[in-house]
């Protein structure tokens, strides 16, 4: 299951989301996103020339409302963050909810927001080293029930120290207020 907004799935994702299918010749992918027409129809040309089968093993899913989305999040084997942009509140969600995912940390921050949360909430298991290790991890989570739902649980367990924390841009702002606050104080 992959649940990110779908200029994320970059065509360069498109091989990697291939290897995982050959390596899991059962898998499906489910692909949710809130797709234009035209991302929509992009999206199907590159995944039918990147996956042999792509009509038989791929189903493009637009965004379902909140209680059918956390379903289909609770019922998925494996959930693939994109590479290299990942995901930013999806992955809080599917964390608090205890559903495990598999991410690659890209270069850049965008890139890197759930290997931040899991390293943040000490469980850095689904944190692959490079593509073939993400490859590797996602046949790994779809087909080993008792590890991915073990790794739920941590995840639930984890999840209690976001409740006061205060991530990124809201951080910055705060500090930047207080420095301002400071400044103005002087003479």
Known sequence: LCVQALPKLRPDFDAVLARILAA???G?????????LQSMRILKRRLAAAIPDAARRVRLVEWLPDERFV???RRADAILDTHPFAGGHTSYDMI???????TLPGLYAKGRV???LYRKIGI????ARDENHYVELAVRLAGD???RDSLGERMKKAAAIFADWRPGLETLAIWLHARLSEMG???
Not at 96 to 102: D, H, K, R, W
């Open 28 to 36: 499906l992918l489910v692909i949710v996103g809130r797709p234009s």
């Open 24 to 26: 899991d010749p059962k």
């Open 71 to 73: 379903a289909l999040l």
């Open 145 to 147: 029930r008792r590890w």
């Open 114 to 116: 759930g290997a931040m």
């Open 124 to 127: 850095p298991d689904l944190i």
């Open 185 to 187: 104080k002087r003479p």
């Open 96 to 102: 608090s909810l205890g559903c495990p995912f598999v």
